[in-house]
């Protein structure tokens, strides 16, 4: 698939213009967009500002020579490049396969235009194949896993190598959900916004406008 990946990052970084502020995605594609970005921005001596949406990106694309600012350092953002780890037909996605769905989304927001890049093994009619990640307060966290034990959605606390628990780029924990029985992803959305101690999870629902998938070099935007 990263041959996918590649195809996919090499179609976003001919869409970036001179003079905008850009946003880096986080994950191994949005990583493949970052290193074809800096190649361009010299070879075509460009004017860019870049805003990460994780220290790992933000430190790629400083490494590569880059200029990455903070995100308030930028009235707005022109356009940001990002993966996702499945998206649907209507172009909803999940995100936060990497942990770092929360400064996505506020990234995310602060864009005009949002592109995803994915290979066409993540492009299915509905969402569920993947977990959606929730990203948590580590306090009292116990009392939303046991919620969405009740809600039927099998939670799991995302872990590192060593059984630990994983922490995000802002010190929380990850939850992951099974969303395949949901049909609703609208309510559930607002569901877990109300549930106190949830800072984020990873539905982008109405935030791509356009998907471009590698494999099937298609380019799909958003009709509004
Ligand atoms: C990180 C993300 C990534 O965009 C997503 O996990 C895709 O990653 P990859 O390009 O490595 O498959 O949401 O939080």
Not at 84 to 101: M, P, R, S, W
Not at 178 to 193: G, P, R, Y
């Amino acid at each position: 698939m990263n041959i996918e990946k590649n195809q996919a990052a090499r179609m976003a970084v001919e869409k970036i213009q001179n003079n905008s502020v850009v946003g880096l995605g986080s994950g191994s594609t949005a990583a493949i967009f970052i290193r074809l970005l800096a190649e361009k921005v010299k070879k075509e001596h460009m004017n860019i500002v870049c805003v990460a949406t994780s220290i790992k990106s933000g430190e790629l694309g400083s490494s590569l020579g880059l200029k990455v600012v903070d995100i308030d350092d930028v009235s707005s953002i022109d356009v940001t490049v990002d993966g996702a780890d499945e998206v649907d037909y209507d172009l909803n996605g999940i995100k936060g396969g990497g942990a770092a769905l929360l400064f996505e989304k506020i990234v995310a927001s602060k864009s005009k235009y949002n592109i995803w890049i994915i290979d066409s093994s993540k492009f299915h009619k509905k969402l569920g194949n993947f977990k959606l990640p929730v990203e948590v307060i580590k306090f009292g966290s116990q009392r939303i896993f046991d919620c969405l034990q009740e809600m039927g959605l099998n939670p799991t606390y995302r872990l590192n190598d060593d059984s630990t628990r994983l922490l995000t780029d802002s010190s929380n924990y990850i939850i992951d959900i099974d969303i395949q029985h949901v049909s609703d992803l609208k309510s559930l959305s607002n569901a877990l916004e109300n549930l106190t101690g949830v800072v984020e999870h990873g539905l982008f629902i109405n935030i791509c406008n356009e998907l471009l998938i590698g494999g099937l070099k298609k380019d799909i935007k958003r009709s509004e």
